[in-house]
C-alpha cells in the first residue's frame, strides 16, 4: 500500500465516543456512588444496542456504580474489558498515543466529559452537561494532526 504525501493512514486514526453515565438513582442525595435507576438501566441496553456495530474494541470507565452499569452490557455483550480511569489523574497526550488506530468508549460524568473532549480536541469548546441530561455523544476523530468532533443526542 502506498500514500500520497499528506495522505494519513486509517491504522493512524482513532475514534473515540465519550458519553455521561445513564440516569442515576438519586433518592439519598448524600450517596456519593449511586447506581442507575430503572430508566438508566434501559438507557445502558440502549448504549450497548448503539455501539455494536461501531468497532469499539476499549472501553474506559471511572469507577463508580453509576458508570460502571452504564457500560457493563456493552461490555459483557463485546466480551471486552473495562479499563477504569481516573480524570484527576489521566495524561491525555499518553492516552491519545496509547489508543492510536483503536475505536474506545469513554464513560465518565457530567462534569469530567467535556474536559475530556476539550482536552482530546485541545480546544475550550463543550460546557459542562446539565445535570438531567445523560444523552450526550461526543465523538472525536483523531487522525494525525487532522482532529474533528462532534456531539449528538441518543435518546
Not at 444496542?49 to 455483550?77: C, H, M, Q, W
Request: glycine share 4%; charged share 25%.
Amino acid at each position: 500500500m502506498s500514500f500520497l504525501l499528506g495522505e494519513v493512514s486509517h491504522e493512524n486514526c482513532s475514534t473515540f465516543y465519550l458519553i455521561r453515565h445513564a440516569e442515576k438513582i438519586r433518592l439519598d442525595k448524600s450517596e456519593s456512588n449511586p447506581d442507575l435507576n430503572e430508566k438508566g438501566l434501559i438507557r445502558a441496553e440502549g448504549w450497548k444496542t448503539y455501539f455494536l456495530d461501531k468497532g469499539v474494541s476499549k472501553i474506559y470507565s471511572t469507577n463508580y456504580k453509576r458508570t460502571l452499569n452504564t457500560v457493563k452490557p456493552f461490555a459483557n455483550e463485546k466480551n471486552i474489558e473495562i479499563i477504569l480511569y481516573s480524570p484527576s489523574y489521566i495524561e491525555y497526550d499518553k492516552f491519545v498515543k496509547s489508543n492510536v488506530g483503536v475505536t474506545a468508549l469513554v464513560v465518565g460524568h457530567s462534569n469530567t466529559i467535556p474536559d475530556f473532549v476539550n482536552e482530546l480536541i485541545d480546544n475550550e469548546y463543550y460546557q459542562q452537561i446539565d445535570d438531567l441530561n445523560n444523552s450526550n455523544l461526543y465523538i472525536v476523530s483523531i487522525c494525525g494532526s487532522n482532529v474533528t468532533h462532534e456531539l449528538i443526542k441518543v435518546d
